[in-house]
Structure formats: C-alpha cells, structure tokens
C-alpha cells in the first residue's frame, strides 16, 4: 500500500514508517523538522528510513514541511494514498504551559488540513494519534475509552481531544473512516530527549540528580515504542466501521453510527515512578542522585490503560516489560551518545 505518514521523523512516526518499509509498503514521510529538541536526532532517523528503503521491499519519499501549510498537505496527498498514518503534532505537556500557540498551529489548523485533504482527495482511512493526558481529571482506573473525557488539565491534552471531536464530525459528515489512539507514555530506543527516561539516563550517567516530581508517587502506564508502532499499523490496517450497536440514547464515545473509532494503547500493566527510575539504574549499572519535587501544573499522577477494545478489535495488545524496554534503550543512548 502507499501510505502517508506525517511526523515521520519524530519518534514514533519513525518507527512506524521503519516498519511499513520493511514490510514493503510504499512510505510518503512528511515532517517539518522543527527545532523543539535536537534537530539532529530527527535528521538521523531520517537517514534510517532513506537505509531501509535500500535493503528493504518497499519504498520511502520524504516530503519537508508544515502542516499547516495547506498547499503543502494537499499536494503530500496528490500521489493518492491507501492509508493515513497522522501522528505529527506539537508534544510535551510542560511546553504547552508556556508555548500555547504551538499547539493551536500543529493540533488544530494542522489536523484540519489533515481533514480536508482526506475529504477532498477520499482517503480509505485515517488513523491518528491521541493521547492518555485526555483522561485529564478522570481517576477510575483503568481509564476506558467508553467513558467521557471532558476535563483536560492542560492545553496539550484540550488540542487533542479536540482533534477527536473534530475527526468525528469528519466521520459524520463526509463518512471519512478514522481511528483515533489514545497512547500511553511511550517510550524506548530514540526517544525525545524531553521525556522523562531519556532526561533520567543523561543526569544519571553525569552524576548529576534528576527531579522526580510528585515526590515519586506517580504510576505511569508506559509503553514501549515497538508495541505502539505494531498497534498503529494494525488498527490502521483494519479500515473504521459504524457501530451498528450504537444508540443515541446511551452514546457510546469510543464509538459511532458514524464509521469512528476511539482506541487505548497502553502496556494495561501500571508501574511506580521509583520503580521505572530503578530499572534505569540498573540498566546504567549506576544509582542516581534523586531531588523530589511536588507535583507539576499540568500532570496527572496515575495512568491506566483498559486496552479491552483494542485486542477485540484488531487482536493486539502490549507487553514489552518495562525492565526489557528500558535497558534496550539504554543500550541505544549508549551507542548514539557514546556515554
């Protein structure tokens, strides 16, 4: 299939687009290698995927710009694409607190142009990245996709609620068939350097202390990047339907008569922060120098992932433990850094 994967070179676009190459799909990366961290990581896994496509089955084209720029998006879809993989978008909860209008630029004007370019050219199916933030306020555990989520504790998680609200008014009215995934802390070998795991193994092996906020008490649902990039490409796989169950009266918001989807993809496995930060210093074969902080504006301190839909639906689920994902990244810092 061709398919277009927009944030191809951020850490999860990456390795999806890496697989869909491997497995020979034709690959369309789009991506505007911004400087929210360090462009030369970004610029490295695109080397990666220009490699895969020489030694590999399927093919890769590379297309750099924003998407916000319409003209650009509309001509990324001029080829004619069997599927959409949307996982490019403005990340981090912190930076949204002081850079709002980032968000609005990538999450919405981006996604819109996203919308209207499947309407316009008829894209088979949309499949898109959400994430666990818009459980928000929300404490039942484990979070369900089946329950509403209307109280979001920062701008980040507002925008991308946001985009699920408007791809189902897309599903709707124009019948565009889109999937919408809810991940949860994902993590693992070239990962950004903002999260809390690539932040913990450079302090560490620096000698230098890390904050762990929430005075350590936090539980994080993580997930290892290979299992959320398997998870994507399978639920993209499997084209949207209506629910011919669903009843106006008791609606369903995971579901639609419109052909909508909402779907956790999470380890569904919740693991203490100080537990995450041990199998770090394992790993590094080093303790680290810890500085507890209270909790962050913005954060939530449990995630949970019911990840019950996702496995009836496309017959996957998680399970990469944390231990084993963490030391593979390690293994990874340390052979790109040479630390």
Not at 230 to 241: K, L
Not at 245 to 257: E, F
Request: with cysteine; glycine share 6%; net charge negative.
């Amino acid at each position: 299939m061709r398919v277009l994967v927009t944030g191809a070179a951020g850490f999860i676009g990456f390795q999806t687009a890496r697989r869909l190459i491997e497995r020979g799909d034709e690959v369309v990366g789009f991506d505007v290698v911004n400087d929210y961290y360090d462009p030369a990581l970004k610029e490295a896994r695109l080397s990666l995927l220009a490699k895969s496509a020489t030694t590999a089955q399927g093919s890769w084209r590379f297309i750099r710009a924003d998407l916000a720029d319409r003209d650009a998006v509309n001509e990324a879809f001029s080829v004619g694409v069997d599927r959409v993989i949307h996982l490019a978008a403005q990340a981090g909860v912190r930076h949204s607190l002081a850079h709002p209008h980032d968000y609005i630029h990538s999450n919405i004007l981006g996604f819109l142009n996203i919308l209207e370019a499947c309407r316009n050219n008829g894209a088979p199916h949309l499949t898109y990245a959400s994430t666990s933030s818009v459980y928000g306020a929300n404490r039942r555990m484990p979070f369900s996709e089946h329950e509403g989520v209307d109280h979001p504790l920062q701008l980040y998680a507002a925008t991308k609620r946001s985009n699920e609200l408007m791809a189902h008014s897309y599903s709707h009215l124009f019948r565009i068939p889109t999937t919408g995934l809810r991940f949860f802390t994902v993590y693992g070998p070239w990962g950004r350097p903002d999260m809390a795991l690539f932040l913990f193994t450079k302090s560490i092996l620096a000698g230098e202390p890390i904050n762990v906020f929430n005075h350590g008490k936090h539980t994080r649902d993580f997930t290892y990047v290979d299992d959320i990039a398997e998870g994507v490409i399978r639920a993209s796989d499997q084209i949207a339907e209506p629910n011919p169950a669903w009843d106006a009266m008791r609606p369903d918001p995971a579901t639609s008569d419109a052909p909508f989807r909402v779907f956790n993809i999470g380890n569904n496995s919740p693991v203490a922060l100080m537990e995450y930060i041990n199998a770090i210093e394992e790993a590094l074969g080093k303790k680290a120098i810890i500085n507890l902080q209270p909790l962050q504006p913005g954060d939530v301190p449990d995630t949970f992932a019911d990840v019950s839909s996702l496995v009836q639906a496309v017959g996957y689920k998680p399970a990469t433990p944390v231990r084993e994902g963490v030391r593979k990244f390690v293994e990874w810092y340390r052979d790109y850094y040479r630390a």
